[in-house]
Nanobody, 121 residues
Framework: QVQLVESGGGLVQPGGSLRLSCKASGSIFRINMMGWYRQAPGKQRELVATITSGVSTNYADSVKGRFTISRDNAKNTAYLQMNSLKPEDTAVYYC???????????????WGQGTQVTVSS
């Protein structure tokens, strides 16, 4: 199994910044894509940003130019730098990773427990 633990959430004023971290641990042979999703109250979970092992990135239109996803493959950790935060960015942010436990194992998706980000004055 693979465990994902997020950290870095909190309360920030509009225009402020936060940096989220997601550390993967457990039985890891390889991690392919890592990403961040978010879910606001009463809304569906939506993609925020993804990054492949080759560091190719993809962003939701709503965060382009404000958020930056990165990863440290040696540490099995992904980051989300969030700048110019808006009240509409308020949500629980979830880390996602596509990983395999061994060379012949299938790729599986794993989720973290989520971290709350609140943007409010």
């Amino acid at each position: 199994q693979v465990q994902l633990v997020e950290s870095g959430g909190g309360l920030v004023q509009p225009g402020g910044s936060l940096r989220l971290s997601c550390k993967a641990s457990g039985s890891i042979f390889r991690i392919n894509m890592m990403g961040w999703y978010r879910q606001a109250p009463g809304k569906q979970r939506e993609l925020v940003a993804t990054i492949t092992s080759g560091v190719s990135t993809n962003y939701a239109d709503s965060v382009k130019g404000r958020f930056t996803i990165s990863r440290d493959n040696a540490k099995n950790t992904a980051y989300l730098q969030m700048n110019s935060l808006k009240p509409e960015d308020t949500a629980v942010y979830y880390c996602y990773a596509e990983a395999k436990n061994g060379a012949l194992s299938p790729w599986r998706g794993y989720w973290g427990q989520g971290t709350q980000v609140t943007v409010s004055s």
